[in-house]
């Protein structure tokens, strides 16, 4: 059986893996990370956030730019980073981009009450990149209303919008727990109790509500409300692996402060490696064929022992 998490022992997490394991990601350097790509999964260091946040923008616009009225075309993006999000709205007015046939899938939404966080919540992911980006973009160029897609508590309307168009590309951030969007580890709980759910399980799961593990609790308490956890729901609906599966490419951005200098190491290691683990979610993009990691090369940090 599997040692139980350090800091969660009804749940599944990164601290139930091998020692070994976990000490070879702390020793990677920075160019040991770039030298951890292989086919189908590409790294992208950055040196200033300048060019950091103007390439994640690109790829929405990108994206975008091959909507098409025959084959409309999309993007899934997160809140967390969130920094491109104005320059997105700031390219499409300086380039003239209509977006009449593009379309937009937010990844995850906060569960509260029951519903959805609706557009007056602080924390709301919906109110964050309308107000954000899609409030910013000129009326003339605008996204019709129908094709800005937000998971809500009934996820039937939210899944079936992925027949709509195709998804070039599913972007998103890591979570101190190793998620993408809400898609954390489980409980530990029978039937795995000793083990995690295998891959293949965890993989058919979709557009879901979610429970949250208490490490992304209090890292969104952490980089979005100055630590008062007391604001933070403790459910939220997530896009899931099948969507994910979906998307031709999906890109993954580092700025440094979502996730430590370990967690980016871990994740990077166990995708080259093919190391799959439900306990680690990020890593069971070790199985898509297109994953690109872009790290800020100043927020890589590094995982010596630093008292303070």
């Given at each position: 059986m599997r040692r139980f998490s350090q800091v969660a022992p009804g749940w599944w997490d990164y601290t139930t893996l091998d020692r070994a394991l976990l000490d070879e990601?702390?020793?990677l350097t920075p160019e040991d990370i770039v030298g951890l790509?292989?086919?189908?999964?590409?790294?992208?260091?950055?040196?200033t956030r300048e060019e950091f946040f103007l390439a994640e923008a690109l790829e929405y616009i990108d994206a975008w730019r091959q909507a098409t009225p025959a084959q409309p075309a999309g993007i899934c993006g997160p809140v967390g980073p969130t920094e491109q999000l104005p320059l997105v709205a700031q390219l499409v007015n300086a380039l003239g981009l209509s977006l009449r046939h593009a379309h937009f899938w937010g990844m995850d939404e906060w569960l509260v009450d029951g519903k959805e966080a609706d557009l007056d919540f602080p924390l709301g992911f919906a109110r964050a990149n309308m107000a954000l980006c899609?409030?910013?973009?000129r009326p003339e160029l605008a996204m019709p209303a129908e094709n800005i897609h937000f998971p809500g508590a009934d996820s039937s309307e939210y899944i079936a919008s992925w027949e709509q168009a195709r998804c070039v590309v599913m972007q998103g951030g890591q979570g101190e727990v190793k998620h993408w969007a809400f898609n954390d580890p489980p409980k530990r709980e029978p039937p795995y109790v000793e083990a995690p759910p295998p891959p293949e399980v965890y993989r058919q799961l979709s557009t879901r509500v979610v429970e949250l593990h208490p490490m992304t609790i209090m890292q969104?308490?952490?980089?979005?409300?100055?630590?008062?956890?007391?604001?933070?729901p403790t459910q939220a609906i997530s896009v899931g692996p099948r969507e994910t599966w979906r998307a031709e490419k999906v890109s993954i951005w580092h700025p440094g402060h979502h996730d430590n200098a370990f967690g980016m190491r871990l994740t990077t290691l166990m995708i080259a490696q093919r190391a799959v683990d439900t306990s680690v979610p990020m890593s069971l993009l070790a199985d898509h064929?297109?994953?690109?990691f872009s790290f800020l090369r100043s927020g890589l940090g590094t995982c010596a022992v630093e008292m303070h």
């Amino acid at each position: 059986m599997r040692r139980f998490s350090q800091v969660a022992p009804g749940w599944w997490d990164y601290t139930t893996l091998d020692r070994a394991l976990l000490d070879e990601a702390a020793r990677l350097t920075p160019e040991d990370i770039v030298g951890l790509q292989r086919l189908g999964f590409a790294i992208r260091m950055y040196d200033t956030r300048e060019e950091f946040f103007l390439a994640e923008a690109l790829e929405y616009i990108d994206a975008w730019r091959q909507a098409t009225p025959a084959q409309p075309a999309g993007i899934c993006g997160p809140v967390g980073p969130t920094e491109q999000l104005p320059l997105v709205a700031q390219l499409v007015n300086a380039l003239g981009l209509s977006l009449r046939h593009a379309h937009f899938w937010g990844m995850d939404e906060w569960l509260v009450d029951g519903k959805e966080a609706d557009l007056d919540f602080p924390l709301g992911f919906a109110r964050a990149n309308m107000a954000l980006c899609f409030g910013r973009i000129r009326p003339e160029l605008a996204m019709p209303a129908e094709n800005i897609h937000f998971p809500g508590a009934d996820s039937s309307e939210y899944i079936a919008s992925w027949e709509q168009a195709r998804c070039v590309v599913m972007q998103g951030g890591q979570g101190e727990v190793k998620h993408w969007a809400f898609n954390d580890p489980p409980k530990r709980e029978p039937p795995y109790v000793e083990a995690p759910p295998p891959p293949e399980v965890y993989r058919q799961l979709s557009t879901r509500v979610v429970e949250l593990h208490p490490m992304t609790i209090m890292q969104n308490a952490r980089t979005s409300g100055g630590g008062a956890v007391q604001n933070v729901p403790t459910q939220a609906i997530s896009v899931g692996p099948r969507e994910t599966w979906r998307a031709e490419k999906v890109s993954i951005w580092h700025p440094g402060h979502h996730d430590n200098a370990f967690g980016m190491r871990l994740t990077t290691l166990m995708i080259a490696q093919r190391a799959v683990d439900t306990s680690v979610p990020m890593s069971l993009l070790a199985d898509h064929p297109n994953v690109q990691f872009s790290f800020l090369r100043s927020g890589l940090g590094t995982c010596a022992v630093e008292m303070h």
